[in-house]
Structures are given as C-alpha cells and as structure tokens.
C-alpha cells in the first residue's frame, strides 16, 4: 500500500484477511470481548461505545487526504503534512489499522489515536490496550516504509495527547499478543470469562458474555446446589426501554416520515411512533409496509412479524444482524448428539411441569394434594425419562392433570368456564385466549434466538417439521404457565373480558379486536413485570429472563457450562 500525493488518494492493492488493530485492543482489554466480536461477530452498542462514535465522528467523517501542515518545526527541504482516516496493512505481521491521524514529516510518521474519556490517572497516561494498539499502528507504518518510533493517544475529554514512544517491551507485547489471538482463533474455543472484574461493568457485550452467571454454572457440578451465596452482579438493564408495536387495523397502511413509523387508516393518520422506541413490529392480518419502512427496520435490527387474521404467526422479516455461525454449527452438533440432545429435552419438560404445579399450588380454589404429588412424580419422571416416547407420556400425562384443574384457577365470580384444552381451531373463549397468547409468546421467542444466534427451526425436543421454530417451542415450555396461562387467568378475574369480547361461527371462537387489544396489553405488561431470578438472585422482566435462558443455552451449546437450568419460579 502507498500514498499517492499527486491525486490526494490511498492506493491499495487486493488485501488477505487481516486483523484490525481494534481487535487487538479488544484482545488486551478482555480475549472473550475479542472473540465475540472478531469470530463470532457479536457487537452491541452502549453508551461508551456511542460516546467513543461520536468523538471520533471528525476523524471517521473524512476521506483519507492529503494537507499541507504548517513548516514552522521542519527543515527546509521535508514537506510536513497531515492525513485523516489513514489505512495501512502490513502482510509480515498478518494486521490492518486505521490510523486516525497522521502527522508526516518528510518520511517520518507520527500516528495519533483519539480516545474518548480523560487521561486515566495511572502511570505513562495511557490504559495498556490502547498503548499496544498505537505501538501496532507504528510497526504497520515501518512496514511500509515509513519512519515512526512514536506516536500519540489524543483524551477528547481532556483535549490532550499522550506520547507513547515505541519501546523494545512494548513491541514484543505486541507481536506476542497477535500471536495468541491467531492461536485463539485457530482452536475455535472462546476463551473463559473474567472473574469478577470491573472492565465487565463498561463492557457493551456483556448481556451477551454473561460473565458472572457463566462463571457460576461453569464451576457448579450440581445445578440443584448453586452456591447461593455468591453474589451475582446484574451488569445489563432489567427490561429494555423499547417495546413492541402491534398493528392489527385491518387495511392500515404504515410508512416512515423522518425517524417516525406512521400508521394510516383509510388515508388518515392515527398514530406516529419513534422509530428507536421500537423493539419489534407486529403484523396481525391485512396491513401494507412501505419498502422504504422495511429497509429502515432492518438496518436497525427491528424484526417485523406477521400473523394472520385468525392469529397464526406465519413470517419474520429480519435484517442481517447477526453472524455467530459458530453457534448454530455447535446448535447442530448438539441436535446430533443424542445424549446432550436427550438432556436438555429433560430439562425443558422438567421445567415446564414444576411451573405448572407451582401455578396450580399457588392459585388455585381448591386443589386435591393428590394431584400436586401426581405432579412431583412426573417432574422426578422427567428428570429420569429414557426415551423421547416416554418423556411425550410424562410431558401429556402432567398436561392432562393440569388443564383437568385448569378452572379452579378461574374465580367462582367469572363468567368464564374452562373443561379441557382444545385447539386449531379453539372452541371456547378460555382456549382462544390461551391459544392466541401461545402464538404471541412463540413469536417472541423465535425473535430472542435469532438475536442470540440460533436457527429457531431446528430444536432438541420438539422434533423438525416444515415451517416449525422447534426450538421457539423448546424454549417455550418453561414459560408457558407463567407468563401466558398467568396473563389468561388474570383478565378474566379480573373481568377485563367479557363473553361479548368473543365470536362463536360453527365451532370456532375468536376474538374482537378490541379484545386482542386488552389481552396484548395484560400480556406486554406481564412480559414487562420484574422478577427476581432464582438462580442469579436478580430481578428484571419476564422477557429479559427468556433472552438470558437463551443465551445461558448457547452457552450449553458451546460446551462453556455442563449444564442448562431451566427457570423455575418458585
């Protein structure tokens, strides 16, 4: 590569795989931060890293170009100049960097590295991953021909540099440390989490990394004795500030104006939405999308889903967010693997009948202890099932119990009865709000693998079949009592609902739109409700506990814990 100073351009030549200098940071900073990002392709934005964005928008915003610097300091006969967003490779030590700004002084080169923050009061001014991602953009410009034995990490906050001089211990930290990384990316296994470390804390990843709940299920041998006294630190939001748009008037037309998504009914505005307030779009039935809408959607991560008008999630239009192959290879090893496979089968049908007697226990008018202790066989049946038939009996014959008392949880004052679980189609209000509210919560969970990385159609109990998210309804069983069953008993005792929210044609109950409004919203609200985690002893929402149980079974996935736990409310 060379600088062309005639016509203002940077020549480069067809280029390998490099390493970006960033990742080389990112390795010093934390190796499991660098894997996730550079192998996995895992990225999240904070507000560190929008910060750093933003403070470096006048660095990024140029192209590379060259301009003449004021000689005051330089001989006569060396041209002194300056160049913004410099890229440089160097073949000999396998690595890429973008040089934010370059100072040249005839054939010598001093490279500046803006940082957001303040100068880190500690000793030489300068955090180590920063230094050795500066002394890596020196060895670059030597390998290509330039002079640099220094350069500078410019603080934004402080509007300050530091000078780094490129010492013989600094240069050999950096060779070093590409090394590992290659070595790391060679063996295709991610390295440990930190331990109780504070760089977590400003880490955008660290949802996604789950530090200290990895660590705490990597070193228990016994899920069931969890060391309950170690404390947990929540590092990520209880429930994101977002919420999902449910769009079900029929013939409703919705575009975007600027960064509001608008919705139109028979040409009339009658409502608008932010754009960034948007966690996913809902489509129930006969609703048009703007392409223009759609790309912006995408750009943005913001799944759109479509349902039909008798409640059927049929699609999911999703932008290319994510790029972890790596898991689904390890989610398709795991399928393959009969005995992985088999026990996490156990764990999710486990979980789903222990909420399921919990639900009854706790609600219910009257329940027979008979039944509760039928119940814990089938929970210790689970648990010891030898085979996918057998484990469908237990899983049916738990089911049966518990919709066979299903309407002692219903108020003697509702209007409401309920005999026994019927569907496609439902033929009772009780089964249309159940059935519905299933159809909702599969939607949200087939949203929750994409974005952790899983393909949602290839599960480990639910078996493969054409247009099935197997794994959405894997995933579902441990939350199906607690979140839909809760918010279906709910409304009606509550008498949100009444028998005139419903039609009855031939044998087929559905709901009013009116009704889907208010059973949406009890759901969302539910969805929203804060509870605290019985393993890691933090609250946050329903919906952030189901994006952690996901990532907590890819970690399973990936061999980093021996066990999943299904959660279990108590």
Known sequence: MSINTENNKIVAGELPDFIPARMLNEFIYCPRLFYMEWVQGEFVHNEYTLDGTFKHKNVDSEMPRIRKSKNDHAEENEEKYHTRSLMLSSPELGAISKIDFAEFTGNTVVPVEYKRGKIPEIEGGAWLNDQVQLCLQMLILRDNGFICDNGFIYFVDSKRRIEIERTAELEHLTVKSLEAMRSIVVKKKIPPPLEESGKCQKCSLVSICLPDETNLLKYSENLENVDKTKEIRRLYPARDDRIPLYIQAQGAFIGKEGDLVTIKSNGQKIQDVRIMDISQVNIMGNVQL???????????????????????????????????????????????????????????????????????????????????????????DAKNAQSLSSLLGIEGNAAHLYFSNFHKLLSQESNFDFTSRNRRPPRDPVNAMLSFLYAVLVKDITVILLSVGFDPFLGFYHQPRYGRPALALDLMEEFRSVIVDSVVITVLNTNQISRGDFVSIADTVTMKPEAKKKVIEAYEKRMNELIKHPI????????????????????????EIEQYKAFVTR
């Open 290 to 380: 703007s392409s223009q809408l759609l790309k912006i959607l995408c750009l943005e991560n913001i799944p759109v889903c479509y349902f039909t008008y008798g409640n059927w999630f049929y699609g999911i239009t999703t932008g290319m967010s994510h790029k972890n192959v790596e898991l689904r290879i390890s989610q398709y090893e795991l399928a393959r693997d009969e005995f992985r496979s088999w026990s996490i089968s156990r764990c999710f049908i486990e979980g789903k009948i222990r909420n399921s007697r919990t639900m009854l226990r706790r609600n219910a008018r009257s329940i027979d202890k008979d039944i509760l202790n039928r119940m814990n066989v089938s929970i210790h």
């Open 536 to 559: 890691f002893g933090y609250s946050m929402s329903y919906r952030r506990i189901i994006e952690t149980q996901a990532r907590l079974l890819a970690r399973y996935a990936m061999s």
